[in-house]
């Protein structure tokens, strides 16, 4: 069961990386203006979004999931992180939409906008830790 567990962090360290630096990447492509960077924006992006941070989010889930199965775990701090995950992939859908948005040249968000926009899994993060580790509910 440790290595589910560990598995279950890794790959969540990977989600993590992958929802904390996309956004990052859509502050510097909306404050781009030439088409050569825009392009290797979108290049890098789609790198992202599809080869880490999606695979990272499946796996995370799938591990977690696992864990739970086998654990039973229950209790409000339970449903409140399974909240937090959910508003988690709800933000990875926005970031996909975000993405898709950036490579047709269709944007309409300032860079100001997404430096906000990333601050949300910041919170979520600490919130799922202090669920887990605490369990305060």
Known sequence: MLWIKSLHIIFMVTWFAGLFY????????????????????????RKLFYGIMTPGALLTIIFGTWL????????????????CVFLLILYHLFCLRHLLQFKKNKNTYSHVYFRWFNEFPVILLILIVILVVVKPL
């Open 22 to 45: 996309l956004p990052r990447l859509f502050v510097y492509h909306a404050m781009t203006e030439d088409k050569i960077s825009r392009d290797r924006f979108v290049v890098m992006e």
């Open 68 to 83: 739970w199965l086998c654990y039973g775990f229950s209790g409000v701090w339970l449903n409140m992180k399974l909240l």
